[in-house]
């Protein structure tokens, strides 16, 4: 209907239509109206949680607005940084027409009637969030989304609610694409539509169908009838979907020279923001390992490793049960399997170490070394339990210090954790002979684990930013990339067992490449296996 009245006021000239218009705007008692396309079918959406934007100037925060004004009794609306709320606030209050009802004390509330109230708020640290709990709300509008952690807006989207019969909850979370690997939850979220390995893709405001499994996962379910029983419970799924919009369908910014500014942004911010969430991040100028280059190593990977390359080390970041996870990082030379992940819950807290070190032996092969993180002293048992089983274990400290030094045998480091990440740095590093060994599974929790940390050179050696600082950045633990780095940190290689591998046949063949494991006469190992 919408799209049939467009393409009458389209026949009209400018100045009928715009009567027109007015007239229309003038009948009606909303006070606010969204604009023809993206931002009408955003509005009208009968999704319960809705991911609108994709680019600037898409009305992302006037929608925003615009449903907790008409649609909704109750809203939540919020941003990152209280200080982001004031242009949210100003036309907050112009759509109100005055500043009745409105107190601006921290956090700024506006009393529109006495049954409809917009609540303002931010959650600036990991955990401020827990602020709304017991808060119900009927509209959860988060403005900037991917500025928030995953674990924030899930938080939050637990307590959209209402006791009125008939009003309808939802939440919103408006946005651009993000600028940092820590905002790739939202493609994780929004799978079907953002992740183009996604099997069954969606299209654009189709609604999909999703529950939380009893790992709290999404788990993907054929249509709002598809329930499972998830701890003795009957679970409903709820709805999902991805309305894209950009300057272009916001008509106030099309006919201004918003988008000629929006194409003179510098890269790479002007094509991050204008790609749809399909674009690479802009890396922090100190960040230890460079963001392309897990890309680079997530597309070298393959379903299977190397034939006959055997498993060499096994990365295990140790889980005090609870919600972390215990992860295990196998790795064949530079070829890392996908990450095996124990639940924490599943862990019997009472023969912790006996059933840890099973896991571990199950998946082992070859003779694999196995790492162990035992700065928590949560892995102690475990690496116990192995040792007295006669496996190979290492143990793994990331505060001691360290005697290791960089490739090039310049750099020092303060700490282990310091000199095994910059270790794998130098593993990625695409532009060393041969090119990077390193191929690692697809996984958005991965590259924000091993992208976020940060360095600073000092005295004592380059000192890598504090696990703690990272975890309170991502709102969790880097389970996931510690593992990985443990395990690239001890164990065979192929620089170390090349001709060991080359006994069993076929190594240079395989790799497509010529082994370059350089002995005293500094000649490639093919030139000694010929001498000899």
């Avoid at 709300?137 to 609610?161: C, N, P």
């Avoid at 969606?202 to 790992?215: F, M, P, Q, T, Y």
């Avoid at 034939?307 to 005090?320: L, T």
């Avoid at 896991?359 to 070394?369: F, K, L």
Wanted: contains cysteine; aromatic residues 8%; proline residues 7%.
């Amino acid at each position: 209907m919408i799209d049939d009245l467009k393409g009458m006021l389209e026949r009209f000239s400018p100045e009928k239509a715009q009567e027109v218009i007015s007239d229309a705007i003038e009948m009606t008692d909303e006070k606010w109206i969204p604009n023809p396309g993206p931002q009408t079918r955003a509005y009208f959406c009968e999704a319960d949680v809705l991911l609108y934007g994709g680019e600037p100037g898409g009305g992302k925060s006037q929608l925003v607005l615009g449903l907790a004004f008409n649609a909704h009794r109750r809203a939540l609306v919020m941003r990152r940084e209280y200080g982001d709320l004031d242009r949210l606030v100003e036309d907050a209050l112009k759509i109100h027409g005055s500043r009745d009802g409105f107190n601006g004390s921290p956090p700024p509330k506006l009393r529109i009637t006495n049954d409809k109230i917009i609540d303002f708020a931010a959650a600036h640290r990991i955990g401020d969030e827990q602020g709304q709990m017991g808060k119900g709300h009927d509209l959860l509008a988060v403005d900037e989304a991917t500025h928030f952690a995953e674990s924030q807006i899930r938080f939050l989207m637990g307590w959209v609610r209402t006791e009125l019969p008939g009003q309808r909850c939802r939440t919103v979370l408006a946005t651009n694409p993000p600028l940092t690997a820590e905002g790739l939850w939202v493609t994780k979220m929004f799978a079907p539509w953002l992740d183009p390995r996604y099997p069954r893709p969606a299209k654009e405001g189709e609604l999909r169908w999703v529950i939380s499994d009893e790992d709290g996962d999404d788990l993907w379910v054929d249509d709002q009838d598809d329930c499972r029983v998830i701890r003795d419970k009957l679970i409903r799924p709820t709805s999902r979907t991805y309305i894209h919009s950009s300057v272009r369908d916001n008509p106030w910014y099309a006919a201004s020279d918003y988008e000629r500014q929006l194409d003179a942004m510098p890269e790479p911010y002007r094509s991050l923001l204008m790609g749809g969430f399909k674009t690479s991040f802009k890396d922090q100028p100190n960040q230890v390992i460079p963001t392309a280059w897990v890309q680079a190593a997530q597309k070298r990977w393959t379903q299977l490793p190397p034939e006959n390359v055997p498993m060499c080390a096994i990365g295990v970041d140790a889980s005090g049960g609870g919600d972390d996870p215990m992860v295990m990082a196998v790795r064949h030379d530079g070829w890392y399997d996908r990450l095996k992940k124990i639940p924490g819950k599943e862990i019997p807290m009472d023969r912790a170490g006996s059933f840890c070190a099973g896991q571990v032996i199950s998946y082992r092969r070859d003779d694999a070394t196995v790492i162990i993180d035992l700065g928590g002293g949560f892995g102690s048992s475990m690496y116990e339990h192995l040792k007295t089983n006669n496996i190979e274990v290492k143990g793994y400290k990331g505060a001691e210090s360290s005697t290791r030094r960089s490739q090039e045998g310049k750099l020092k480091f303060t700490n282990t954790r310091s000199a095994a990440y910059w270790a794998m740095r130098e593993a990625l590093d695409p532009g060393q002979p041969g090119g990077s060994p390193i191929a690692l599974p697809d996984d958005p929790e991965l590259i924000a684990d091993l992208t976020a940390p940060t360095y600073e050179p000092t005295p004592a050696g380059i000192k890598l930013e504090t696990k703690e600082k990272v975890c309170d950045r991502l709102g969790r633990s880097t389970d996931s990339g510690d593992a990985v780095v443990m395990a690239w940190w001890e164990g065979a290689r192929e620089t170390s067992h090349a001709l060991e591998w080359a006994e069993q046949g076929g190594f240079g063949k395989r790799m497509k490449r010529i082994p370059q494991m350089i002995g005293s006469d500094r000649k490639p190992l093919s030139a000694q296996r010929r001498v000899a």
